[in-house]
């Protein structure tokens, strides 16, 4: 049905207190033509030199099966950080001014609005900066437009 927005969550709200690179968390298989996705930090009780990574990918066909592809990397969040929500936005209108590297994520911060696929999936790496334990609580969730 066009026009209707659908909300989709890639990462359940729960508490994250082991380091991990590049978990993956759910990935939906789903039209649309615009996103707005959202990290919702709602707890952070690690030190400084914690981080918390959170990516969007998209899901690129290819003659090779499939590829995903990273279209948002959130502003790195503090592990001592305070409550906080990140936007980023997917818009299929969007055109890239240039050809890009799909080999690496983006920089932190950084969205291209203008990749999409079939189905997108989100990710995350949390670091310990010093073996002490860090612990957020945090969810990953998307309101599509089709």
């Known amino acids: 049905m066009s026009g209707v927005i659908r909300t989709v969550e890639l990462f359940a709200s ?35 030199g914690d981080t918390l990574d959170v990516f969007v990918d998209v899901l690129a066909p290819s003659a090779a099966g499939a590829t995903w592809i990273n279209a948002v ?3 790195q969040i503090a592990g001592d ?7 980023a936005v997917l818009d299929s209108t969007a055109v890239a ?20 696929g079939p189905a997108v999936r989100g990710r995350y790496t949390l670091v ?19």
């Open 81 to 87: 950080g305070t409550a906080i929500k990140h936007f």
């Open 97 to 116: 001014a240039t050809t890009f590297n799909v080999t690496s994520d983006c920089a932190a911060g950084v969205t291209k609005p203008y990749i999409w």
């Open 14 to 48: 729960a508490n994250r207190t082991t380091a991990v690179a590049n978990s993956v968390g759910n990935s939906k298989i789903i039209p649309f033509t615009k996103a707005i996705f959202v990290v919702d930090l709602t707890a952070a009780a690690g030190v400084a």
């Open 73 to 75: 990397h959130f502003t």
């Open 128 to 146: 310990d900066a010093g073996a002490h334990g860090q612990d957020v609580t945090f969810s990953l969730y998307g309101h599509l437009l089709n």
